[in-house]
């Protein structure tokens, strides 16, 4: 192996210590704190994981964390009403609405009813273009949480080849605004892409977030690039349940010049993003200066 891993566990810990000065800062000069509401849909088993860990970051960053679980039966109206409660509450500073939604749910008008200065997960349309046209916005929490770890393994991004794989709204086509804003050449490959291996071969930056297993292989890098692995899929190996990324990270590490793991790398990474983004929410509704290096 030749790749320097990126420790997306450590960074992530740092980012989450750091959130939680700012709070405790914050909590004595205003006697608030930043208040997260998380809404869940029914039961899908993934979704009340990414819930439970969030609530627990959420808390141990000092801040306020309101939990909404809804039956998977709630209708539209009853979750459109919900969100204007939220919107409304002084004490509620992010909202998140957990995707998937069962599919009787509009998940694009649920979002757009999200005050924007309150969507920490950058999804409603407002976000989404004041990032495609480099205003400040709410930026997605996976895309941002890449961007910090290659803004730290590789100082400018600028010049930079990058290839981004995945057309995804939450991962891929935020991903690629960042890396634009930050003055990369930037290639989104997709399930159409003709030939992707040599498109991913001119990458110095290559993102993978496409949700297959390791289908990224050492022939498809190139030397000493940089590679990030958005993906978390669960397979079955000798038996045993595990968690790989769309890298195959024996064959790339070989390659590559640096690496993130899965588990450890990109996920980790979220979390901490999702609180950093809750503060930022914090800070600009009450005209209180950004702490820098948590923003994009
Ligand atoms: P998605 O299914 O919405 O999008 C996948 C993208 O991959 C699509 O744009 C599609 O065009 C592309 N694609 C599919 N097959 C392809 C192929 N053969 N070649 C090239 N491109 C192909 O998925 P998503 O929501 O963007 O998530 C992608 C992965 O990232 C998943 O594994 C997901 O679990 C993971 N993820 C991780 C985090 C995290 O916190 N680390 C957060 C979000 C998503």
Same mark, same amino acid.
């Given at each position: 192996?030749?790749?320097?891993?990126?420790?997306?566990?450590?960074?992530?810990?740092?980012?989450?210590?750091?959130?939680?000065?700012?709070?405790?800062?914050?909590? *004595?000069?205003?006697? &608030?704190?930043?208040?997260?509401?998380?809404?869940?849909?029914?039961?899908?088993?993934?979704?009340?994981?990414?819930?439970?860990?969030?609530?627990?970051?959420?808390?141990? *960053?000092?801040?306020?964390?309101?939990?909404?679980?809804?039956?998977?039966?709630?209708?539209?109206?009853?979750?459109?009403?919900?969100?204007?409660?939220?919107?409304?509450?002084?004490?509620?500073?992010?909202?998140?609405?957990?995707?998937?939604?069962? $599919?009787?749910?509009?998940?694009?008008?649920?979002?757009?009813?999200?005050? @924007?200065?309150?969507?920490?997960?950058?999804?409603?349309?407002?976000?989404?273009?004041?990032? *495609?046209?480099?205003?400040?916005?709410?930026?997605?929490?996976?895309?941002?949480?890449?961007? !910090?770890?290659?803004?730290?393994?590789?100082?400018?991004?600028?010049?930079? =080849?990058?290839?981004?794989?995945?057309?995804?709204?939450?991962? +891929?086509?935020? !991903?690629?605004?960042?890396?634009?804003?930050?003055?990369?050449?930037?290639?989104?490959?997709?399930?159409?892409?003709?030939?992707?291996?040599?498109?991913?071969?001119?990458?110095?930056?290559?993102?993978?977030?496409?949700?297959?297993?390791? !289908?990224? &292989?050492? =022939?498809?890098?190139?030397?000493?690039? &940089?590679?990030?692995?958005?993906?978390?899929?669960?397979?079955?190996?000798?038996?045993?349940?595990?968690?790989?990324?769309?890298?195959?990270? $024996?064959?790339? *590490?070989?390659?590559?010049?640096?690496?993130? @793991?899965?588990? +450890?790398?990109?996920? @980790?990474?979220?979390?901490?993003?999702?609180?950093?983004?809750?503060?930022?929410?914090?800070?600009?509704?009450?005209?209180?200066? =950004? @702490? =820098?290096?948590? &923003?994009?």
């Amino acid at each position: 192996m030749t790749a320097g891993i990126i420790d997306g566990k450590t960074f992530a810990a740092r980012i989450r210590t750091e959130v939680a000065a700012h709070v405790a800062r914050l909590g *004595a000069a205003t006697g &608030t704190a930043p208040g997260l509401a998380v809404v869940l849909v029914g039961e899908d088993p993934a979704s009340q994981v990414y819930v439970r860990s969030k609530h627990a970051a959420t808390v141990e *960053a000092g801040m306020a964390s309101f939990e909404h679980r809804l039956p998977a039966a709630t209708t539209q109206a009853e979750l459109l009403a919900l969100i204007g409660r939220l919107n409304a509450d002084p004490a509620v500073h992010g909202i998140l609405v957990q995707l998937p939604l069962p $599919a009787h749910l509009n998940a694009d008008a649920v979002i757009n009813a999200i005050d @924007p200065a309150k969507d920490v997960d950058g999804f409603h349309i407002s976000n989404v273009g004041l990032l *495609a046209t480099g205003q400040k916005a709410m930026v997605p929490c996976t895309p941002l949480g890449c961007l !910090m770890l290659l803004r730290d393994r590789l100082g400018s991004l600028a010049g930079a =080849e990058a290839v981004v794989i995945g057309r995804s709204n939450i991962v +891929g086509k935020p !991903m690629a605004q960042l890396l634009l804003r930050d003055s990369a050449t930037v290639t989104v490959a997709h399930s159409r892409t003709r030939d992707l291996a040599a498109v991913c071969r001119r990458a110095d930056i290559l993102v993978a977030a496409v949700g297959r297993p390791e !289908m990224i &292989t050492g =022939e498809m890098v190139k030397a000493g690039a &940089t590679v990030i692995d958005v993906g978390i899929n669960r397979v079955e190996r000798d038996g045993k349940a595990r968690l790989v990324g769309d890298v195959d990270f $024996a064959s790339v *590490a070989a390659v590559a010049g640096a690496i993130t @793991p899965v588990p +450890g790398g990109v996920g @980790p990474m979220t979390i901490a993003c999702l609180l950093a983004n809750t503060l930022t929410a914090f800070c600009r509704s009450r005209g209180l200066p =950004e @702490p =820098e290096g948590l &923003t994009a």
